[in-house]
């Protein structure tokens, strides 16, 4: 189960999954940032005053990875050079630079976070954003999460094209939220605070590689090893429904899939088509106490309708069989997964996983409108404000649980803070099945 479905601060690619993920990812870009433009970690690194030409290397650098969460949370990224204006420049030699930031973050199912990560990074000729980076990081919410996690990216391994992301981590969510399985979701009245709750913890090891095929299509596979450790009260819809998975155990899977990412802007773009189909299984030869298989396809396309104004939009549909422990029903993605339905990256305004199930179906539609935008230290500083509508549709299983028609709805707005193109803060409010939820957090919806 993923920890939260927004990351909390970007998105790197692959490595990206719970929340805590994407949140350590996105503060590794701002990291970065800080290694590069501090006057400290500039001596550090070593980075010359003016960019030097391009590498000679023959090896094509791939664009900076996300993930979240989940939440310190991914993982994705471009197969072709990155345009991103952040890493147009390069360190002349063979050096070092590091950063530490922590990061706020706020959100109506899981309270505050404040994420606290460092980075160390290897800067050389030839390879960009850098050679390799390693962080560590921890993740807490007033809503029960806790994650401690080492992460790292090695985008050129051996000097190939292939990208190597590993993520070991400890996470705990004494909040996991249960509201039963199917498209009928919902809070139960009546009883107490904990009712729809239980406490989760889930130790993750995650290596993932992916490499560029052709032009902007890229190819890759991973190995995620996870053991749910599930406790819940004796007055609990956990204990009232004992769903399948109750027990925990190991759950193992591959990760395989292709996507083309024509993106312009892996973190904030404004043209470009993201395609993914993907598969990811679960194996008693992996490990696992549960055999799974799983598909899913996903389509987004970003279009500049006039220089202020970008419409992002999104289709997605995941297909699980097998005996999927409940942790797992609100799985959802490969590349860039996400949790759900419900929460700030599926269908905003809806509880936090509020509508889990082997079948899941969403779409969304963004209006991304540049209100201001003004230099410091000769880096852009954007102002945008933004509309959306969020819909999906859970089946718990092959057909039936209610209508057809039973889609679920999510409209709102918000506003986003965008420094160098790159890195993205944002404030969503959104209404959907008569809730109001807030998130502010990092990185775009999708």
């Given amino acids: 189960m ?3 479905a927004t990351p909390c601060p970007v998105s790197l690619g692959p490595l990206a999954e719970p929340r805590w993920a994407l ?15 501090s006057p400290l970690a500039w001596s550090h690194a070593a980075c010359a ?44 030699e063979r050096r070092y630079g590091f950063g530490a ?26 390879y960009r954003p850098y050679h390799w980076d390693l962080d560590a990081g921890i993740y807490v919410t007033t809503g029960g999460i806790r994650v401690y996690g080492l992460l790292s990216d090695f985008p050129h391994l051996l000097g190939s094209e292939w990208r190597l992301n590993t993520m070991v981590a400890y996470n705990r969510n004494l909040g996991a939220a249960f509201y039963g399985i199917g498209n009928q979701g919902r809070a139960t009245p009546g009883q107490s605070a904990r009712y729809n709750y239980y406490d989760l913890e889930d130790p993750t090891i995650r290596v993932y590689f992916r490499r560029p095929i052709w032009r902007s299509l890229l190819f890759y596979i991973g190995l995620r090893l996870t053991k749910d450790v599930v406790n819940y009260d004796a007055n609990s819809l956990v204990a009232a429904m004992h769903p399948y998975g109750i027990a925990g155990g190991n759950y193992n899977q591959i990760n395989a899939g292709f996507a083309w990412d024509s993106r312009d802007n892996e973190h904030n773009p404004g043209s470009g088509t993201l395609l993914e189909v993907s598969g990811r299984t679960a194996a008693p030869w992996l490990g696992s106490a549960y055999q799974t298989y ?39 993605g490969g590349l860039y997964p996400a949790s759900g339905l419900g929460g700030g990256n599926t269908l905003r305004g ?58 679920h709805q999510g409209v709102g707005g918000g ?8 890195f993205v803060i944002r404030a969503d409010s959104g209404f959907a099945d008569g809730g109001y939820r807030v998130y502010i957090d990092a990185w775009q919806a999708f």
């Fill in 2 to 4: 993923t920890i939260l």
């Fill in 23 to 37: 949140c350590f990812t996105a503060l590794r870009t701002l990291t970065l940032g800080v290694a590069l433009l």
């Fill in 49 to 92: 005053a003016e960019p030097p030409s391009e590498p000679t290397s023959s090896h094509q650098p791939l664009a900076h990875e996300p993930t979240a969460t989940a939440a310190l949370p991914s993982e994705p990224t471009s197969a072709t050079v990155a345009p991103d204006p952040a890493f147009s420049r390069h360190p002349t």
């Fill in 101 to 126: 930031l922590p990061i706020p973050n706020f959100t109506s199912d899981f309270g505050m976070g404040l994420g606290l990560v460092g980075s160390l990074f290897h800067f050389s000729d030839g």
């Fill in 294 to 332: 799983s598909v899913y396809l996903s389509a987004s396309w970003y279009h500049t309708l006039m220089p202020r104004l970008i419409l992002a939009t999104r289709v997605a549909f995941d297909r699980q069989w097998g005996d999927v422990p409940f942790t797992h029903l609100d799985d959802i």
């Fill in 350 to 407: 809806a509880l936090s996983d509020q509508f889990i199930g082997k079948v899941k179906a969403l779409g969304n539609i963004e209006g991304r409108y540049r209100l201001v935008e003004f230099q410091i230290r000769n880096r852009p500083l954007e102002f945008d404000v933004v509309g959306f509508y969020d819909v999906g549709r859970v089946w718990a299983s092959d057909g039936g649980d209610g209508p057809t028609w039973n889609i």
């Fill in 415 to 422: 506003l986003r803070m965008i420094w160098d193109h790159v």
